[in-house]
């Protein structure tokens, strides 16, 4: 059975990693020698163990991050979402209107640089058991997955905010923090260094605790890092020992596309790497769950995702759209019009209204009784996109806290892995991108048409498989990023539909389109973030931003 790699004594740790090296002075180096301590604490592997995973925890646990709201933002910054505005913040971030002070990015800069100094720290330490008997092959899985978070934390960095400081060991003082920052180039030579030592150093099981990186999770993200900075002949080389080594660890393509987003099916072999989470436990809980789940349902309908949703992960009609017909995993992950969205369990009869347009665009009301048994049919008006995301959403009935849920999150699939060879492949203009995309595509529960050459440019082809294949999941705005492609994208703000409706609402409606105004205003194609204006407040050695800022 395979330990949760999130429990109370990784608060130790991380408390430790914020006080170790804090201060100097010998009077407060004093430490009662029945409690962990510098000279203490690490003194076997489970105290390795505690290290790493406390690199993790910004990811995790933090608010702004997956724990509750950082998919949500990513998606609402494409033409995959909407959001449901509540506060400022959110507006801004659906009009693209982004600012050094804006709490998301910042917070995200902040996080992401915890989580390496937590990674650092654990690099530097770690080496220190070989002085109480332990081997090299003992320890290195644990450094490994240490420098594996520390890449993944560089992999986002210069995705969002390009040329960053680039830290490779624990900050000791305040002067250290004023880092100047480094070229992308050279940071994923670092990148690519620490993805390759994970590679060979991380086990083929996690060490035996859920949610751990494995060896073909890292060897997955070399190929990844080679693909974001557009080596494709070595992205196409470590894809396929990437794939090699996932499928003899037994991770594959999953039958039933829709079980691998469910709580009933966590750590399902698809999941490459997924972050987790556990149900009721008032500590490693998330609340993504309630976010996505449907806001606006009817007070006899609510026991179906058990309680009050907040609805604030809104999918657009430009995303149902661009699903082919009959692609099953429109289902899978969108509620929409005439969807079904539960049975009706009650024994009391509900009369509803269930609203819809008819083919000339009028609005038409129709009367609807639903009886024990029913299926329940989703209604436009339950959200202001006439849209709800169904993908990793989870029933909240039983829980202490609608906070509380439990549901994994999936960071990098099987599908995923492949479509990153085809990707690579559909690059260098190489025609067998179109057999792994239609791997993809064939999945049992999927089953869609083969792709062909006569179906477009390879390189279309594979873009849109990674956006159907991977909706909702917080990818599109990495995938948008890497390829310069948010302005293209965006066009002159009316060609992404917001509502269901679009076609019908009238023209000065808001909810027709995603205009996002904040894009007319950046200077070029390759769209960067602002490094946050506390960084710059505080970090003598960055002294201009980003362009546009």
Known sequence: MKRNILNRKMLVAFCLLLTMSACSDSFLDIQPKDKPGTDNFLNNLSSAQELVVASFNPWVAQQQMYGKRFATICDALTDDGGLRLNGNDLIQVLDWNITPVLNYPTDWWKYSYQSVNAANYA???????????FTDAEINPYIAVARFMRAYNYLFLTTFYGDVPLILAPLTSIDEFSQPRTSVA???????????FAKGNLTKDG??????????????????AYLYNKDYKNAEKMAREAIQIAETDGY?????????????????????????????????????CVERNVRDLPTGLKYIQGGDGWGYCLPTRSLYDTYEPNDPRREYTLYYQGAVFGIYTPSAPLNLDYHSYDSKGNPVTTPITYKT???????????????????????????????????????????????????????QGKEEALVWVNKVRSRASVNMPPKSTTDGDLVDIVRHERRVELAMEGERIFDLLRWDAVKNTFGNGKQIKLHFYSDYLPETSSDKFKTVPGLDKYPTDHILFPIPQYELDQNKSIIENNPGY
């Open 207 to 224: 060490n035996g605790y859920k949610g751990m990186p494995t060896r073909a999770t890292g060897a997955a993200y070399l190929a990844k």
């Open 186 to 196: 050279t940071i994923y030579e670092k990148i690519i260094e620490d993805f390759s």
């Open 373 to 427: 048994g029913d299926k329940v049919i989703y209604d436009y008006k339950w959200s202001p996109t006439g849209l709800n995301v169904k993908k990793l959403t989870e029933d909240l009935s039983g829980l202490t806290n609608v906070r509380y849920a439990g549901l994994d999150w999936p960071v990098m699939r099987m599908a995923d892995l492949y479509l990153f060879l085809a990707e690579a492949l559909a690059e």
């Open 252 to 288: 594959r393509l999953i039958d039933d596309y829709e079980s691998i987003f469910s709580i009933d099916n966590e750590q399902n072999p698809e999941l490459l790497f997924y972050f987790s989470y556990e149900r009721n436990s008032g500590l490693w809980e998330q609340n993504f």
């Open 123 to 133: 690099i530097q330490e770690i080496p220190k058991l070989k002085n109480k008997g």
